[in-house]
């Protein structure tokens, strides 16, 4: 476990065939019962993001479209699903 100050990785999961990456927020596994609360494409990023909270909190981001609106180190330290 990281100490105070310390940031601790995400993990992140990209998967090439459907250009969608998984960033979780939390080391603790998801389980059922979370809320998925897309955001639609703006004009500004019109990549879809899926926000997924459990009991309040933010645990999970989804990002179609991940290798147009993320950057490309991001992905490459991904782990490739699919």
Known sequence: MAGVGQNRPMRIE?????????IYLTEEALTPGR??????PSDEIPAM???DQKDGKLVG???VG???YLPADL???AEIIG
């Open 14 to 22: 990209y998967d090439p065939r459907v250009d969608s990456a998984y």
């Open 35 to 40: 809320e998925s609360v897309p955001v639609g």
């Open 49 to 51: 993001v899926v926000l």
């Open 61 to 63: 981001l989804e990002i």
């Open 66 to 68: 991940a290798k147009t």
């Open 75 to 77: 992905l490459a330290g």
